[in-house]
Structure formats: C-alpha cells, structure tokens
DNA sequence: GAAGACATCACACAATTGTGTGATACTGAT
DNA sequence: ATCAGTATCACACAATTGTGTGATGTCTTC
C-alpha cells in the first residue's frame, strides 16, 4: 500500500520532532518534510509531491490561513489540516472557506490526529470535537450584529496600526510613526472595531493575537 | 546505568504524546508520567519517583511559575525544566529564583532538549541561547525603571480586575461588576501599570497574557 | 504593636480615545 | 466607465482613560 506523504510546518522545532515521531510510528504515514513557515511549505509543496500537510495557525512570515489560500490556489488537491491551541470559533468558518480539509487543537490524542490524517486522505472533513460546538455557535450568531463567523480581511495598513496599538503607542505616535494625520489612525481604528467587531482597542489587540495576525 | 526518570506536564496531549515519543528513543532516558496541569503533575510526584520534569509554562489549573514553587517546596530535589513558546525576558528571573533549573523555549532542537534534560539530571543549569541574550538584557537594564527583571506580584483583585479589562469592559462596567466605586477600579489599574511596567491597558492585557496571567 | 501590603475611596484635571458625519483621491476589477 | 475598496483628512464632541495626591480600615507578619 502506498503510504500517505504527510508535510509538516510549525514554527516550533519541538513540535516537528514530535510530530514526526509520533506520525512515522503508524505504518500508512510518511513523513516526507518539514517546513518551519508557510513560505517553506509552500517551496517544498513545488518540489515534492505532498497528500496532506499539517500547518500550525500560528506562524511567523506566513500564518496558516494565507498558507491555506496559497496552497489552495496552486495545489488543490493536497488536503490540509490546521493545528491550533487556539479555539477561537470565528476563524474556523474562514478556515473551510480557504479551502482547509480539518481544524485539530492540539490538544487532540495522537490516535485522533493518525486518524484525522488517513480521514482527510479520504477526502472527509475533520474536526476537533470541541470546535463543532464553538462552530456551530458562531453559525448561528445573530447575523445583525455583522458577525458570519467570519474572519474578515485586515488590510496592510490596517495591521501596521494594529502592531503599533500593541506597542502602546497613542494615536498621535502611531500618526508620526506613519507620517499621517491623528484623524488617518482614528479612521482605521474605527474601521477596524468594526471589521473585528470588538469595542476599543483592548479588545482588538487581544483579538489580533488570537487570529495570529501580530 | 539507571536511566533518568522524566515527568512531562503539558496542557496538549499532542505535545504530550510528541514529547513522549522523542524521549524514549533516548536509551538514558524514561518517561514515567504525563501530566495535562501542575497541579496533576504535583500529585504523581507524591506517588512516583521523578528526576525530571519538563514542565509547560502556560498552563490552565495551575501554571509552571505558581507549580515550580510548589515542587521546589515538597520535592527540592526535582529537577525543573520549564518549557515555553513565550520569550518575555522579564519572566525569567522570575523562574529561576523560583527553582528551576532550566527554560528552553518549544522551538529547541530535540537535540538540545535531550542534552537540556542530562545536563539538568547532573546539576546544570539549562537555558535556550536566545534567551541568554534576553535575560543579561533584563538584568542589567535601568533599575530606575523599577523593572529588575522580576515578574511582580499580582493579587487576586487585580488579575480579576485585568480579566474584565480584558473582555472590553470600561472602569464604571468593571465597577459595577465588583461592587466598587470607579475609583478603586482607577487605583487598581494605576497600580497595575507601575508594578508590570506599562504605559496602558493595551499593554497590560498584552503582558498578562505572555504571562499567563489570564 | 509597628510595618507593610492590600483594598477601598475622593476629587480634580489633563490626555487620549472613540464616534458621528462627510469628503477627496487612487486603484483594481468588472 | 463604473464601482467597491483603500487610504487619506477635517471638525466637533462625548466618553473614557490616565495621573497626581492624599486618605482610611483591615490583615498579616515580624
């Protein structure tokens, strides 16, 4: 029988070892690479052939939900679970629309994620048992209050605001850091509570941690 | 030769299992527990014999910080490694004095962490080198600025007056909430500023976090 | 029983944030 | 060529946050 060519990224070294470890124990799986980003991933999914990838959300140069999109759009047809300690039920709907096959926390056994691996292989959708609930949840939010469950597209300039909020820099700061008036930063922040539907700017920056977004 | 007796305690079974799996292909080591919290791993240690403990930073129940004092307490001769995600150098300190004998954060090697798990066995002192860095920065930074390094005290009022600061609410909600007047809530929050060393709340909710305060 | 930490509150004032409303200009997609 | 999205700015005003200063009662701990 051929073996399921699993590729692995996350930025933790640690956890690619134990990943690997865990995953080449099961005789239907191979590890056949290791990527510590996104961008990694993507340059070796150009090289070698791949069934399923296994992707951190949270990652430096590229998280897993841009991955996501990337592969989708050159590779659609590996399968692609996402790894996460993160249970933020709104992401999870952008997620499957991106084109993402499962969503595992990690702290699913290893037995679940062996069989989320040959389930996705199969082409069945996978999902920690927690998150169908959250999930659920947020599909059945009140849709007046702007929320679809959706994560909504932050722009560039958007997060470089949000970046320098988290920084604790005020409005004026943040204004000359970017060579801009007071009113431009006051603008996206008001753009941005709506589009992350939080209140101020708290709810923001803990926000745009969960979603990995700085 | 007896091979060194290791506990892990991690909130995600997949690092729990990962971790499992790469130790034991170590002939000089043994994995005798796992622990999903402190306060487990603090129970298997008053039933088993551990050398070793591998212990996650951020932790529901009870967190490596809070659990590493309690080992140093009951079981002095443990040795304590402290895993972490999280390169806040100002927790540092904080750890060490604490007793533990290492901080080695999840992107290491397996290599290194196997070499981490002997070297604390015969004593040593274990650290990540990007942390070295980090903490000689800590240490000698201006004193003045009332940040030695050390995480501060937080009491109970304050973590449960962050944790609502955190969920967006304003001071008069948050008063309202605790039964006090805005000002207390204004103290509080003054007082929390100069203890973590932050300009905001922004920050605040930001480093409670990194801490695993909330 | 004095010292120190904790939690509580007051009052005033400056600084900053958040909101309502409206406008201009550029860009890329249909 | 039009439209939607992005980025920019203005002005005004309300709400909230942050700061300076000082005070009181309680509870440990030494």
Chains 1, 2 share one sequence.
Do not use: C
Not at 31 to 52: I, P, Q, R, T
Not at 80 to 101: C, P, Q, R, V, Y
Not at 154 to 177: P, S
């Amino acid at each position: 029988m051929e073996k399921i060519k699993v590729l692995i990224a996350d930025d933790h070294q640690i956890m690619l070892d134990g990943l690997r470890a865990i995953l080449n124990k099961d005789k239907s799986i191979q590890v056949v690479g290791k990527a510590s980003n996104g961008l990694e991933a993507l340059e070796f999914l150009k090289k070698e052939v791949v069934d399923v990838i296994l992707l951190d959300l949270q990652m430096p140069v590229m998280d897993g939900l841009e991955t996501t999109m990337h592969i989708k759009k050159s590779f659609p047809e590996v399968k692609i679970i996402m790894l996460t300690t993160n249970d933020e039920g709104s992401i999870i709907t952008s997620l499957f629309k991106a084109g993402a096959t499962g969503y595992l926390l990690k702290n699913a056994s290893k037995e679940y994620l062996i069989k989320g691996i040959k389930d996705a292989h199969e082409g069945k959708k996978v999902i920690s048992s927690h998150l169908t609930e959250k999930m659920i949840e947020s599909l059945t939010q009140d849709p007046k209050k702007g929320n679809d469950g959706t994560k909504p597209i932050i722009t560039k300039r958007e997060i470089e605001v949000i970046k320098l909020i988290a920084q604790e820099y005020t409005t004026q700061e943040i204004a000359d850091q970017l060579f801009v008036s007071t009113n431009t930063v006051a603008t996206h922040k008001r753009n941005l509570f709506v589009k992350m539907d939080v209140k101020n700017s708290v709810g923001m920056v803990k926000k745009a941690v969960d979603w990995g977004l700085i």
